[in-house]
């Protein structure tokens, strides 16, 4: 099946386990390309490209979670094949938690949910909204999580157009919310940043609220953007490793 909405960067006809990444605010399907050279062969790689984007670029992308995981789950469907991993990393974290619910209710749970520098749904998010700041302010929250080129941040024509996507995006995860009172079954493994000013390792712990299955959390060296840091292949391979030998 040909869809818009999922980008197939590694496959593989010999694959035991899916791993199906989710970008963070502003990123796109691409953002995980830089993983396809170390992952195992017997591991397909699966990336959400949302509306917004690259060759969606023309496309409004959308600012609400539940019409995003609406337009998102019939192309998924399609291509999962169980066991399969999700993961994400901030704004992706809270949309892989809010679609692996949706599929654990369909009978199609996955082997385990990796969600990435995003607070535990049930806690409030941080005041004022990023999303809803003048573009000053926003700009400078953006130095201040560290992953923007500093050569953009001094261009604000050429971060422009990128700043409708940018609120979009943000908007998603900032008023992502779900109580802690209904967790699921899936494993959830949480990264989280030692010094990442957004989702501390405070904030990520809080996820065992979230799961009646096995949890474990990784604290890892660096800020909001630790995913680009060594220590992420590891990690990953690791995490990867137990969805596929479950904890009994």
């Known amino acids: 099946m040909t869809t818009p909405w999922l980008r197939t960067l590694k496959p593989s006809v010999s694959a035991r386990l899916q791993l199906?990444?989710?970008?963070?605010?502003?990123?796109?399907?691409?953002?995980?390309?830089?993983?396809?050279?170390?992952?195992?062969?017997?591991?397909?790689?699966?990336?959400?490209?949302p509306p917004g984007r690259h060759e969606r670029s023309r496309e409004e992308p959308l600012r609400r979670m539940?019409?995003?995981?609406?337009?998102?789950?019939?192309?998924?469907?399609a291509q999962l094949r169980p066991p399969y991993v999700l993961?994400?990393?901030?704004?992706?974290?809270?949309?892989?938690?809010?679609?692996?619910?949706?599929?654990?209710?369909?009978?199609?749970?996955?082997?385990l949910l990796i969600v990435s520098a995003h607070r535990a749904p049930h806690l409030p998010p941080r005041q004022p909204m990023t999303h809803t700041l003048p573009e000053p302010q926003l700009l400078a929250q953006l130095a201040h999580f560290d992953g923007t080129p500093p050569e953009l941040l001094a261009a604000p024509e050429l971060l422009a157009p990128f700043i409708p996507l940018l609120r979009?995006?943000?908007?998603?995860?900032?008023?992502?919310?779900?109580?802690?009172?209904?967790?699921?079954?899936?494993?959830?493994?949480a990264w989280s940043g030692r010094s990442d000013p957004i989702a501390p390792p405070t904030q990520m712990t809080p996820w065992r609220a979230h799961t009646t299955g096995p949890f474990r959390h990784h604290p890892l060296p660096g800020t909001h953007f630790f995913l680009r840091t060594p220590p992420t292949r590891p990690t990953l391979l690791?995490?990867?490793?137990?969805?596929?030998?479950?904890?009994?």
Do not use: I
């Open 20 to 49: 199906v990444c989710f970008p963070y605010a502003g990123g796109a399907a691409t953002t995980y390309l830089p993983w396809v050279p170390w992952l195992p062969p017997q591991v397909e790689l699966l990336a959400v490209q």
């Open 238 to 248: 690791k995490d990867l490793l137990w969805s596929l030998n479950p904890p009994k």
């Open 66 to 77: 539940n019409p995003l995981v609406d337009a998102l789950l019939p192309a998924l469907r």
């Open 168 to 189: 979009a995006d943000l908007e998603v995860s900032e008023t992502y919310d779900h109580p802690p009172d209904t967790p699921s079954a899936f494993p959830v493994s």
């Open 87 to 111: 993961f994400g990393h901030s704004m992706g974290a809270a949309v892989a938690h809010a679609v692996a619910r949706r599929l654990s209710c369909e009978g199609l749970a996955p082997a």
